[in-house]
């Protein structure tokens, strides 16, 4: 069939990072069950899951550490199984960088997921090649990031692959595609670029597919969720917010709505924030399939309730080198909190974090007044010494500090306790926190230089 005569694709997207609500996608798949069966012959739907952040991989890679058969997402069972076996019974596709650290595993968890649901073996393939961080890439990646890679710690190292082994692999028969660091968009791209069989340098399509996906990536964000601000930014039913659904057709043009009957809203202001989110440049925007170009991009109500169409997006040659995230041991994070209120709560709260400071002696901490300064705070304190008391009788004192010793960190925990009855008078409510600390260094590779593939996997691997 020539790609121009297919119908528009159908991708829903049910997570926006790790930690999303794990009731989500079942709004979605109902609503593309009820679409698929009402559309034209041979449409496809999707579905989509985005759980990767810069940190969630390494956290992925210390699990793994602990326990071979993890280092996945750990509320995969919890998003998936809901909807595993309707996906499958209804020719639903499945993908998703819930893979992290571990795709396979992964993979093996979904095969026992279905036995359990009494489903059909799923065709998995699992997408590799963006995990350097083992012993054998330590040479690449100390030439790319310029500096001695050997005395740092390192706990992951990620290379943000793309579209096209994910293609290959629905190409391949696929019906459940499991990644680990694919950019956030090409988990979008890839299926455009498998049903509808564009060349993998068709810029403008790839570009307006790109932005597609970067607007179903962040799930209800589109939907207004990070859009609502009462009295100013209405949203209804946020309590229920949908997940956002994508129409592309053949040349990438795509409609964004939401999953029938839940709350929120898609509009022509919520898709120009999402259109926005994190775009350092509205005319390249970098990924590894394209520079996707919105500079003369069109939003534009569709007639009817939370249909948006998207149009006017452009696309240049994709970059030659892929971005890769190295995160390393960094030490210890140590945190506490004590709340003061009633009169003269904030002075009391200033007093005890100038108490910290002379008994923390070495520490260089972190003084946040939450509700007086925190948001717009710095880690030196000067904006907190440059504010003057404002009487607040409600005040929550957060201190922070850093150290590469653990006994040095936990000073802090120590000290904030000692508040207690060290005074000032009638602090309560301490929390202390100590927490290992992950830097993150970023550098490029040549693309040659990240081997990706795919594996379609056999019965025996997911048995």
Known sequence: MNAQSLPPLLIGCAAGFSGDRTDAAGPVVDTLIARLADGPTGQRGF???????????????LRRRDNPEAGYEPL?????????????????????????????????HIARMARELGADAPRVAVVEGDDLSGEEHRALLRDALGVQVEGLRIVSANAYIGAEPIAAALDAGAQIVVCGRVADPSLTVGPALSHFGWRADDWHRLGRATMAGHLLECGAQVCGGYFADPGYKDVPGLEAVGFPIAEIDADGHCTIGKADHTGGLVSEATVKEQLLYEVHDPSAYLTPDVIADIAEAEVRALPGKDRVELSGVRGHARPSHYKVNVCHEGGWLAEGEISYAGPRAEARARLAADVLRKRLDGLALRVDLVGVLSIFGDDAGRALADTPDAGLRDVRLRVAATHEDRAQAERLAREVTALYTCGPAGGGGVRTALTPRLNT??????????????ELLDAKVLA
């Open 76 to 108: 995969l069972d919890a998003m998936l199984r809901p909807v595993l076996a309707r996906c499958l019974a209804h020719g639903i596709r499945i993908v998703s960088n819930f893979g992290a650290a571990n795709p396979r595993a992964a993979a093996r």
């Open 441 to 454: 260094l970023s550098c490029l590779l040549p693309r040659e230089a990240v081997p990706v593939r795919f």
């Open 47 to 61: 579905l989509i899951f985005e759980t990767l952040a810069e940190r969630t991989l390494a956290l992925a890679q």
